[in-house]
């Protein structure tokens, strides 16, 4: 059982507002990331972070920014909501680990946040 | 990079069984897993598979690997309405965040 939490789970909002969408996990993981998901779509990367004052840019181009000053904590900020982030943001984190072998793969397995779903108005 | 493929959507009628196939990309990808998403929530693992196995048992769930074709399935048996949901396949390439397919629906009809 993962133990990733995200809050808030549902965010209606004003255009023009600041949000920080948090996000925490209890595992000790190293990497965590954020994606971007319209319901009942595909899901894409926008930030990721390897550790402690690491982040970098996913595939899709993203408005938000992130931090990462403590290892169980990778909030993203909207500095000015529009309509056009509504959408479902989900966080994920994983253990660092490398290599091929049995033991390392389970370190390799993204666990899944309950997501946030943020509307925009 | 190339893009993970699956098909959109499937439909079966409970008690039968699903296959949902995958197709990656990288012939070097070590690992190879299947979520799934349910309405309104995250990501649950199902399972992942080693690319030095051809197939993985757990259950109710068959997971086949074709190294050759680059080829993933995920077979469900004895489908139940409780399986409708968004499956997802993703390949780890290197360290670096796993690529995901765009997610195959399933619908299972009472």
């Known amino acids: 059982e993962a133990d990733i939490y995200q809050t808030p789970r549902y965010l209606v909002i004003g255009t023009g507002k600041k949000i920080t969408l948090e996000c925490s996990q209890t595992?000790?993981?190293?990497?965590m990331y954020w994606y971007q998901q319209d319901p009942g779509m595909e899901l894409h990367l926008i930030h990721y972070?390897?550790?402690?004052?690491?982040?970098e840019k996913g595939d899709l181009s993203s408005e938000s920014t992130v931090s990462r000053i403590r290892t169980e904590h990778f909030p993203l900020t909207l500095e000015s909501a529009r309509p056009s982030h509504t959408s479902q943001y989900l966080c994920?984190?994983?253990?660092?680990?490398?290599?091929?072998?049995?033991?390392?793969?389970?370190?390799?397995?993204?666990?899944f946040g309950a997501g946030t779903r943020l509307s925009v108005l | 990079g190339e893009d993970v493929e699956q098909s959109l959507f499937l439909s079966v009628r409970e008690g039968d069984s699903s296959v949902i196939n995958c197709t990656y990309t990288?012939?070097?990808?070590?690992?190879l897993y299947w979520y799934k998403q349910e309405p309104g929530a995250g990501l649950q693992l199902l399972t992942y598979?080693?690319?030095?196995?051809d197939m993985k048992q757990d259950q109710r769930l068959t997971v086949l690997l074709n190294k050759k074709d680059k080829h993933l399935s995920l077979r469900i048996a004895d489908t139940q309405t409780g399986d409708s949901a968004i499956y997802f396949c993703?390949?780890?390439?290197?360290?670096?965040?796993?690529?995901f397919g765009k997610g195959t629906r399933l619908s299972v009809i009472a």
């Open positions: 994920a984190s994983s253990e660092m680990g490398s290599g091929a072998s049995t033991q390392n793969t389970a370190k390799n397995i993204q666990y």
């Open positions: 595992m000790g993981h190293d990497k």
């Open positions: 972070s390897y550790g402690v004052n690491s982040t």
């Open positions: 990288d012939s070097s990808s070590t690992y």
């Open positions: 598979i080693f690319s030095n196995m």
């Open positions: 993703a390949e780890r390439r290197g360290n670096t965040p796993l690529v």
